[in-house]
């Protein structure tokens, strides 16, 4: 009998749900398709289960989670908790506890260009042309898992960042190993002139590299990379780095392709695996039908990746630049003819069933008509 593989849904807040959903379709037409048996259960987190338990990780998603091959999670965040400096209970919290408890302790970000959406980019095509990065970063230690403390007046705080030996042992490893399959390349970006903590990690990675005499190694201070990201980000291949820096150098890095709507991540642990879109709750776009769903959907086949499924993947990534290729997108891809999110899924999930038998026709599409025929 073939395995059945336990997936969980936390579609979370905001603009979860819907794009999510998109990623639950094309998972259910990629086991059909490719004769996988898929389980989806689904938990509550952040403001959602805020409002419904007071927890931002219930008891049950976090068991339901634990107890699953993957986890395909959607979003959290919400206006009420983030325009509210007093709160003390925020949705966050869910995510970076469930990132400790599941032992997420490493973040996987690929940033890549597609040649039809380069003018959608801030940055001049000559530039981004050809960009294909991927950022490992630190997920459940420093600054932000450090301890924290703000005096009762409110006129002192502190935040503590820590690392140990371990901590960056295993991420440096994956990264190595990652740079190995690609250009042979890997950046640890940190800011030892200053922070022992960079030290430490500039330190152990020299050590580790000793194991992977094919890949080249250097260094680069954070805010010089801030700076070379935007001036050639074709120098990078493969980037290590520790949590903060990883959380805003990734996030730069997002606006190359010209849309955060693009771009997947995975959470990966030695037992399980989280797998979001990059681009967060965004509020403004809830139940409008506008949401880009490509960066769900690119989750879902790192997903499918991390469950070995690698064919699999391959032809969900192959479907999503079809899409893109054939400008069936939504707003924020092309503000002229777009698509509304659940119809970029269908578009998807079409070709993945189909491939060139599609039944989308080709001309409409150009014409600015969904007709299938």
């Known amino acids: 009998m073939s395995k059945t593989y336990k997936i969980a849904v936390l579609a979370g807040d905001g603009i979860g749900p819907e794009v999510t959903k998109e990623s639950v379709k094309i998972l259910k037409i990629i086991g059909e398709t490719f004769q ?69 302790f490493a973040n996987i970000r690929p940033i890549k260009t597609y040649a039809s959406l380069i003018k959608k980019s801030p940055l001049k095509k000559e530039i981004v042309d050809g960009t294909d990065i991927h950022i490992y970063r630190e997920l459940i230690s420093g600054i932000y898992f450090g301890e924290k403390f703000t005096d009762e007046n409110g006129e002192y705080a502190y935040d503590l960042c820590k690392y140990s030996r371990e901590e960056i042992i295993g991420i440096t490893h994956l990264a190595f190993q990652d740079a190995q399959k690609r250009k042979k390349k890997l950046t640890l970006i940190d800011k030892a002139n200053v922070l022992d903590t960079s030290r430490l990690w500039r330190k152990i990675v020299k050590e580790i590299a000793l194991e992977y005499p094919d890949v080249e190694l250097d260094f680069m201070f954070v805010d010089n990379a801030a700076m070379q990201m935007i001036l050639n980000p074709k120098q990078f291949d493969v980037i290590l780095t520790e949590n903060m820096f990883g959380d805003i150098i990734s996030d730069e890095a997002s606006v190359i392709g010209g849309s955060i709507g693009l771009l997947p991540s995975a959470s990966i642990g030695e037992n399980n695996g989280l797998f979001e879109p990059i681009h967060g709750s965004y509020p403004q776009a809830k139940g409008k039908g506008i949401a880009n769903p490509i960066a769900s959907i690119l989750s879902a086949a790192m997903l499918l990746d991390y469950l070995q499924l690698n064919v699999a993947a391959e032809k969900l990534r192959q479907s999503v630049e079809h899409a893109i290729e054939s400008k069936f997108v939504t707003v924020d891809l092309n503000a002229e003819q777009n698509y509304s999110t659940s119809e970029v899924g269908d578009f998807i999930a079409d070709y993945i069933s189909f491939s060139e038998k599609s039944y989308y026709n080709y001309e409409n599409i150009q014409l600015g008509k969904s007709t299938i025929v």
């Open 36 to 104: 996988y048996k898929f389980q989806f259960d689904y938990g509550s987190v952040g403001a959602e289960a805020i409002y419904q338990t007071g927890n931002p990780l219930p008891d049950e998603t976090l068991a339901l989670c634990k107890n699953s091959d993957a986890v395909l999670f959607g979003a959290i965040g919400d206006p009420a908790f983030d325009n509210n400096p007093d709160a003390k209970v925020r949705p966050e919290q869910g995510l970076l506890k469930l990132r400790k408890e599941l032992g997420l």
